[in-house]
């Protein structure tokens, strides 16, 4: 296995100081974008690192044609930082850490999980929904960091947000789907929300909240759209009593262990980053 360089484990040590602009921005609209976040030695690294795992873990061999509309999104492979020490150092990374729970207003923030994003070249539309769905926590002190492994134009499908929609209730019950895309993109066409569509610039990453829905256009181009996504949470989460399957299932693989109505204090979830 490959090691870090010492220059990218410093780098990603090095804390980004968020502006009171910044934090306004996400405090209203529960997502920003964040350029220069991470540099071009950092992201070609961890582009090979991350493609190779991926390879390694992926057991997807259906024809893309034949796929659900969830398939055709992306190839999803998860906590990746418990197969690879390399990926570990990323997602354990400090400087990712901090802008997180600077975001949240918290002092410090535990993994949830990780995951990589891998939309093939032809791949489909990952549809209008919100995270938090299916995860069983108390509050919604959550961010997923959005971190693209390329710059990402149009035509690879970049992550879109409708900013401020985390206060829509309508919606939230809805898994990822075909009837998602469609509820949603109906009732989000008649709200005040903006709907933000951008390319990424190397090394931008974008954080968002459980609550805030955003979707992803198909991939045109042949290449593969390399993502890999770190989801943190206040480091004194408390784990709710599920509402549905998904937060039963979330609960059983990301927080075993884990009681109702105590924090989620498991080696699955470990503290990364505190004031």
Known sequence: MNTVPDAIKAFLDIPMALTAQQLEFYEKNRFIKLKSVLNAETVAFFNREIAAQVASMNSEHTALEDRTTYGKAFLQLFNLWLENEVIKTLVMSKRLAKIASDLM?????????????????GGGITPWHADQYYWPLASDKTVTAWIPL???????????????????????????????EAFLDRKLRVTDFEH?????????????????????????????????????????????????????????????????????????????YAQ
């Not at 900013?163 to 009837?179: K, P, T, Y």
């Open 105 to 121: 207003q918290v002092t410090g923030v535990r993994l949830y999980h990780d995951q990589a994003l891998f939309k093939e070249g």
């Open 150 to 180: 390329q710059a990402t134009p149009l035509e690879m499908g970049p992550l879109e947000f409708s900013a401020g929609s985390h206060i829509l209730v309508e919606g939230r019950e809805m898994a990822i789907s075909d009837e998602s």
């Open 196 to 272: 933000v569509i951008e390319p990424f610039d190397l090394g931008e990453v974008s954080f968002h909240s459980g609550w805030i829905f955003h979707r992803a256009g198909a991939n045109t181009t042949p290449e593969m759209r390399k993502v890999m996504t770190i989801i943190y949470m206040d480091h004194e989460m408390v784990l709710k009593n599920p509402e549905n399957r998904n937060q039963i299932k979330d609960w059983e693989t990301w927080c075993p262990g884990a009681h109702v109505g105590t924090v989620i204090d498991t080696p699955l979830n470990p503290v990364i």
